[in-house]
């Protein structure tokens, strides 16, 4: 399938051009093949004249002059034949010219008067052939038919060498026409080609909103688009707001809760009742901050982000360093410099502090950080040289929001919000074993 508009259009004039001038070629070659046809057949009126002016009727018989006043009747190697014939269709007369030429001519004195005809001989030889009948000579009755004929080598010589000039120039013509065509069309849809550049300019977060300096035809979708845009920009900052809200209103409860219990725990007789509700707390702030993360973590709908992987690799991996400094990670970053992932910068910590917090701490000594690009996308992996993870829990782990240890509620929410980035970027997270000997967790963006 063509995706260039442009292309599509060319295609399209250029076909519709080549089918115009396919039907105009051989209507022009018609009109000049009966034009050409016209000329000869009044020459051949013309020459036929001159024999009839140069006829005399003496006593009952027609007398030809030696020279006739036409030199191409008189000249024996002429291309004209001149022929003469009585009522009934035997030859009288004809001129030098025909003495090698054996002409199976007969016409027929049927009183139409004149007839311009082609003839084809039995050796191949085609010729124009003017008759005309003549019943007076110089004012005494006579019964003649005036032949003159003319052969069709030049016609079909002339026809040819037309045949080849308007090919070629309609060639040259059709290949200025797509020239300009293509000119034009670039031209045209030079509207369109700034109306992506400004798009692509949103999606990478130089412009909040596309100009209005396009085409009259372009504004209502421009105009929708931008609302379109300052409508998203203010929900995703409501959204965020009253997340904030929310977050905030939830403290001061939960810090009277966190009260409460360690005044319980203070009295023996209460302890358990605290220890419970102590770990609903932290349930609770797990929950709370599982789901801020969840819904601020998404990914907008116009704005194309690109980040590059490495700063944020190197930050990481320099702070999960020192956390577990007394591991001794040995990180290997095969990752070329440069190179950008289609996520924005706070789901690309979240995702990958999730994944590699976990490689640190399930690692022996060694975790790898490698990135791919191909015709199919950007693939990152996380490998570890850990004890991996069973291939009977791989599918529960990969669900969107699965848990990694359902006994002890609140672990395994890293892994979680890290599903529902990766889904909320049309990405895709697959889990297999590395050749470390761990796990290794690749997740897969599709291309742009």
């Not at 110089?138 to 004929?149: D, E, N, T």
């Not at 992506?196 to 100009?211: A, F, N, R, V, Y």
Request: charged share 25%; hydrophobic share 40%.
């Amino acid at each position: 399938m063509i995706r260039s508009l442009r292309v599509r259009l060319m295609l399209a004039a250029t076909t519709l051009a080549i089918l115009f001038m396919l039907a105009l070629l051989p209507a022009m070659q018609g009109a000049f093949s009966l034009a050409l046809q016209d000329s000869i057949e009044q020459r051949l009126a013309s020459d036929v004249t001159t024999l009839i002016s140069a006829a005399r009727i003496e006593k009952q018989k027609l007398q030809m002059p030696d020279l006739l006043p036409d030199e191409k009747f008189n000249l024996p190697d002429s291309r004209l034949l001149g022929y003469i014939f009585d009522r009934e269709g035997q030859l009288v007369w004809r001129s030098r010219a025909t003495q090698e030429e054996h002409i199976n001519y007969r016409p027929r004195y049927d009183g139409r008067g004149n007839e311009f005809a082609k003839i084809r001989e039995d050796n191949g030889n085609e010729f124009f052939v003017y008759d005309v009948e003549v019943k007076l000579l110089g004012g005494k009755s006579a019964a003649y038919s005036f032949v003159a004929l003319q052969p069709m080598r030049e016609y079909n010589m002339t026809l040819a060498g037309l045949r080849e000039k308007l090919y070629l120039g309609f060639g040259a013509a059709l290949s200025v026409l797509l020239a300009l065509l293509w000119l034009g069309l670039t031209w045209g849809l030079r509207a369109l080609r700034r109306l992506s550049q400004e798009l692509d300019q949103i999606e990478s977060g130089e412009l909040e909103s596309l100009s209005e300096e396009h085409p009259r035809e372009l504004l209502r979708l421009t105009g929708s688009l931008n609302r379109l845009l300052r409508s998203e920009r203010e929900q995703r900052s409501r959204y965020r707001d009253s997340l904030d809200d929310l977050a905030h209103s939830l403290k001061t409860p939960l810090a009277v809760l966190q009260g409460v219990s360690e005044g319980m725990a203070q009295r023996p007789q209460d302890r358990e009742q605290a220890r419970v509700l102590q770990s609903q707390i932290e349930r609770m702030n797990q929950q709370i901050s599982y789901q801020l993360q969840r819904a601020s973590l998404r990914k907008s709908g116009l704005v194309r982000h690109q980040v590059e992987l490495r700063p944020v690799l190197d930050s990481l991996c320099s702070t999960l360093d020192k956390v577990y400094r007394d591991k001794q990670v040995q990180v290997v970053i095969d990752v070329p410099q440069f190179s950008h992932v289609p996520i924005e910068q706070g789901a690309l910590l979240e995702l990958l502090g999730n994944l590699l917090e976990n490689a640190y701490r399930l690692c022996l000594s060694q975790v790898r950080i490698s990135l791919r690009r191909g015709g199919q996308g950007i693939e990152v992996s996380v490998e570890d040289d850990g004890p991996g993870v069973p291939s009977d829990q791989r599918a529960r782990i990969l669900q969107r929001g699965e848990r990694l240890d359902r006994q002890h509620p609140g672990q395994g929410i890293g892994l979680a919000v890290v599903q529902d980035i990766i889904q909320s970027y049309d990405a895709e997270m697959t889990l297999g074993d590395s050749a470390l000997g761990g796990a290794s967790f690749r997740i897969h963006f599709p291309p742009q």
